[in-house]
């Protein structure tokens, strides 16, 4: 469900850990309404970069602005007016073990919003509905299978309604059988709600899936090897870490 406008724009973004460089001076764009998928070889950056667009690490240069606003520079109130636009799924998941999925899913509405519990209750109970959990919003993570925990981080990644969901290896760790719904769930949430997808993934075949766009990240460029759609990459893009990566080829690895 593209609509055409940039819901994040990235600029010269320079992301170093010391003197260090892992990507160096990069810029994109993600349209609002698409599913745009970060992907690339191990050490390239992927998690990195997702750190830098949610804010959790700053940039050596350049500026990340997130509708229309600076987030590399943004403080105090205007931050986080800004974080409450966009949620995060991270890789394991992240719930908290002590706390059921409802209550889960109610703790950003607790910390940033006035809603009575009554309320908080009955928003946790439509994430997670939209998720498939509803009947088990009094289960504990310990309690459900991994898919389960990641359609519950997706549910409280939701619960401030963002704009934009950020996902880390969503499909990391799952069957195929359940993976293939996690992508199913995605598509539905962006057909059905609007919401823009940022995703770091090496799945081909969720990658396939579900982007509209991606972007491949390369640790010799320290940049931007490729964009565009996972088919049109796989089928016309002739560098040959693009290729590689498309077809499943190993490549040698220097000495």
């Given at each position: 469900m593209v609509t055409g406008s940039n819901i994040i724009e990235v600029r010269g973004l320079t992301a170093a850990y010391g003197d260090f460089v892992l990507l160096d001076k990069i810029s994109f764009d993600v349209r609002r309404g698409e599913v745009f998928v970060i992907i690339g070889g191990s050490g390239c950056g992927k998690s990195t970069l997702m750190k830098h667009l949610i804010g959790l690490l700053p940039p050596a240069a350049g500026e990340i602005l997130i509708d229309g606003e600076n987030i590399t520079t943004a403080t105090g109130g205007q931050r986080a007016e800004l974080i409450e636009k966009f949620g995060v799924m991270y890789q394991s998941g992240a719930l908290f073990g002590s706390l059921t999925?409802?209550?889960?899913?109610?703790?950003?509405?607790?910390?940033?919003?006035?809603?009575p519990a009554d309320a908080r209750q009955l928003v946790a109970r439509m994430k997670l509905s939209l998720v498939g959990l509803e009947r088990f919003a009094a289960h504990f993570p310990s309690e459900v299978s991994g898919g389960m925990q990641k359609r519950a981080a997706i549910a409280r990644a939701m619960a401030l309604?963002?704009?934009?969901?950020?996902?880390?290896?969503?499909?990391?760790?799952?069957?195929?059988?359940?993976?293939?719904?996690?992508?199913?769930?995605?598509?539905?949430?962006?057909?059905?709600?609007?919401?823009t997808f940022v995703i770091v993934s090496h799945e081909l075949a969720s990658i396939y899936a579900v982007a509209d766009r991606v972007i491949m990240l390369d640790s010799t460029k320290k940049g931007i090897l490729a964009e565009g759609s996972p088919a049109d990459l796989r089928d016309h893009d002739m560098d040959p870490g693009v290729h590689a990566f498309f077809h499943r080829e190993a490549r040698e690895v220097p000495a």
């Open positions: 999925l409802e209550e889960n899913v109610m703790l950003a509405m607790e910390e940033f919003t006035d809603l309604d963002p704009a934009v969901l950020f996902l880390d290896e969503p499909s990391a760790g799952l069957d195929p059988v359940t993976s293939a719904g996690l992508d199913e769930l995605i598509l539905n949430l962006n057909h059905n709600l609007g919401v």
